[in-house]
T-cell receptor, first 114, second 112 residues
Framework: DTGVSQNPRHKITKRGQNVTFRCDPISEHNRLYWYRQTLGQGPEFLTY????????KSRLLSDRFSAERPKGSFSTLEIQRTEQGDSAMYLC????????????FGDGTRLSIL | DAKTTQPPSMDCAEGRAANLPCNHSTISGNEYVYWYRQIHSQGPQYIIH???NNETNEMASLIITEDRKSSTLILPHATLRDTAVYYC?????????????FGKGTLLTVNP
C-alpha cells in the first residue's frame, strides 16, 4: 500500500492560465474523490469516480473545472482560466466501493494564483 | 448525514491521554462515525471508524455512547506529533454516501 499520490505538491500560476493536477489512487481502490480546502476550513467535496465513470459533481465544480479518470486508474483535475478564488489545496482520496470503508487522502496540491 | 459538533480547540500534556469529544445527536441507525486528523500542510489522515461498538487500533480508541449520540476519540499517550486538527464525521449509506462532510474540527495542541 503506497498510499494516494498527488502531483505537483505546489503550483503557482498567473490568473487566466490553465492548470492540471494528477492523482494516483491506492491501486485496489475503485472509487476516487476530489476535494478542495481553503484556509481555515475543512475539505469540501468536488466530485467522485467509480472506476472511470464520474458519478457525482458538486455545484462548487464550475464549468471551468473538469475531471477525468481514464481507464479507472489515475485521475486528473483541470482548471481553465484560473481565478484568484481558485487558490486552495486540492485533495484527492480513494476508497473501495463499500460505502462504509474509509477514504484515504493524498497530501494535496496547493494552488496559488498570482 | 448527521451533523457533528466539536470543541474548536483543546490542549493536552505530552504523555497524557487526549480525549476528544464529538456530539452527533441526530445520528441515524446506519451511520458510521469516522475520525480523521490533519497535520499542517498534509492531507487528512484516517484514524478510526465505528458504528456502535467501541473500536481500537494502533493509533487510537473510539468510544461511542450507547445511544450513539456522542463519541470520544482517545489518544492514549499523546506526543508532540499528535498536534493536529481532528475531524469527527458521520456518514451513512444514504444518498450522499460517497462524500465526507468536514466541519472545522478540533485543534489539539500537545504541549511538552
Amino acid at each position: 500500500d503506497t498510499g494516494v499520490s498527488q502531483n505537483p505538491r505546489h503550483k503557482i500560476t498567473k490568473r487566466g492560465q490553465n492548470v492540471t493536477f494528477r492523482c494516483d489512487p491506492i491501486s485496489e481502490h475503485n472509487r476516487l474523490y476530489w476535494y478542495r480546502q481553503t484556509l481555515g476550513q475543512g475539505p469540501e467535496f468536488l466530485t467522485y469516480f467509480q472506476n472511470e465513470a464520474q458519478l457525482e459533481k458538486s455545484r462548487l465544480l464550475s464549468d471551468r473545472f473538469s475531471a477525468e479518470r481514464p481507464k479507472g486508474s489515475f485521475s486528473t483535475l483541470e482548471i481553465q482560466r484560473t481565478e484568484q478564488g481558485d487558490s486552495a489545496m486540492y485533495l484527492c482520496a480513494s476508497s473501495t466501493d463499500r460505502w462504509d470503508q474509509p477514504q484515504h487522502f493524498g497530501d494535496g496540491t496547493r494552488l496559488s494564483i498570482l | 448525514d448527521a451533523k457533528t459538533t466539536q470543541p474548536p480547540s483543546m490542549d493536552c500534556a505530552e504523555g497524557r491521554a487526549a480525549n476528544l469529544p464529538c456530539n452527533h445527536s441526530t445520528i441515524s441507525g446506519n451511520e458510521y462515525v469516522y475520525w480523521y486528523r490533519q497535520i499542517h500542510s498534509q492531507g487528512p489522515q484516517y484514524i478510526i471508524h465505528g458504528l456502535k461498538n467501541n473500536e481500537t487500533n494502533e493509533m487510537a480508541s473510539l468510544i461511542i455512547t450507547e445511544d450513539r449520540k456522542s463519541s470520544t476519540l482517545i489518544l492514549p499517550h499523546a506526543t508532540l506529533r499528535d498536534t493536529a486538527v481532528y475531524y469527527c464525521i458521520v456518514k451513512g449509506s444514504g444518498g450522499s454516501n460517497y462524500k465526507l462532510t468536514f466541519g472545522k474540527g478540533t485543534l489539539l495542541t500537545v504541549n511538552p
